[in-house]
């Protein structure tokens, strides 16, 4: 889990981008290298609120807290406002959480949060606001939200790993309504326009070593991507970025590489509540890539971890569930033309090809779009 050490520092929000740095122990640290998890939905209201309450923070995510923690960056996406104040607009369903239950994201070791989705302005730009607040007092960026289409568009840039990797992680939303887009001058959240997608990821990419991309997108309870998704998926493989993770179907979607991109289309739920007993989920540990140019540089690993939930609570998989999961996995992505994850879980991407004369500079750090 990343030190919190430098966030939001005023000059680079002043210039639009989020800033932290992944501290570094000072006593002579190992080298090792950056990490990234990657979880799906996570629904902080009802149950998982309760819960809260009743046995404390730590409790919603115990079952797989061990893993969260253990990455360098731990990213999640956030399916409700965490906040007192604001009314329900008019939509099938919305949701809102205490801000309090803010507390089990940073015991589980969550850095940064995406708030592009069709829930963050469930109770209206006032509690969004308020949710924008309640993260940052926690120590954890939230992106793809913001108080203007400005702000909203904003991405966190971050450290990693000993010699420390430069990560930008921008967050999108294609989901309805559109009256959740953040405006000029109104709050909300940052849509996912391909033009504006493709110019934020290639500005992106001048900043960092490596560029992930959150989308929110798809079909609820649908295992295959649409063609929309793909069409999507595609802008930001073009633009530059290194890794698409998806949320929003609360099912696991397949895996495809798209030249140097691996996307994820979507994690499933992680802490939701589901009619089944038990139901599959993943969790997504990045490995970036590293090392100089050409033969020499090392490309990108990934790994699936299993996980279930039951009722609406994580857990690790065991042995046989776990193997029953990366399997339909395999089917999934083999719709896709990929045969993706390896029988241990375990995803290869070619490394994105680094002129030798760039390779072990560092990223330029010039203002993103916005």
Known sequence: MIARIGRLAAALAAAGVL???????????HPHPASIIFAGDILLAGQAAELIEEEGPAAPFAGVRAVLRGAGLAIGNVECPLAIGGAPVDKQYTFRAHPSTAAALA???????????????????????ETLGTLQR????????????????????????????????LAFSNMLPKSFYAGPETPGTN???????????????????VVVVLIHWGTELESSPSEKQRRVAAVAAEAGADLVVGHHPHVIQGLEI???????????????????????????RYTPPRG???????????????????????????????????????????????????????????????????????PSEGPPVG
């Open 19 to 29: 800033f932290f740095q992944a501290g570094v122990a000072a006593a002579a640290p």
């Open 138 to 169: 926690w120590g954890i960026i939230p992106i793809g939200a913001g108080a203007d289409a400005d702000e909203a568009r904003r991405w966190a840039v971050v450290e990693s790993g000993s010699p420390p990797v430069k990560i930008a992680v």
């Open 191 to 209: 849509p996912a326009r391909p033009e504006a997608m493709a110019a934020d990821i290639a500005a992106a990419r001048k900043q960092a070593d």
């Open 292 to 362: 100089g140019s050409g033969a020499a540089r090392i490309g990108a690993r990934a790994e699936v971890i299993p996980c279930v939930i039951e009722g609406f609570q994580p857990r690790l998989a065991t042995e046989a569930e776990g193997s029953e999961i990366l399997a339909d996995l395999a089917r999934l992505s083999r719709r896709l033309g990929a045969a993706l994850p390896a029988g241990d879980g375990t995803i290869r991407v070619p490394p994105r090809p680094v002129p030798a004369e760039d390779a072990g500079e560092a």
């Open 258 to 284: 798209r030249g140097h991109t691996l996307i994820a289309y979507s994690l499933g739920n992680l802490l939701f509540p589901t009619r089944a007993p038990v139901r599959p989920a993943m969790l997504l």
């Open 107 to 129: 015991d589980a070791g969550f850095d940064i949060v995406t708030l592009a989705n069709n829930h963050a302005m469930d109770y209206g730009p006032e509690a969004l606001l």
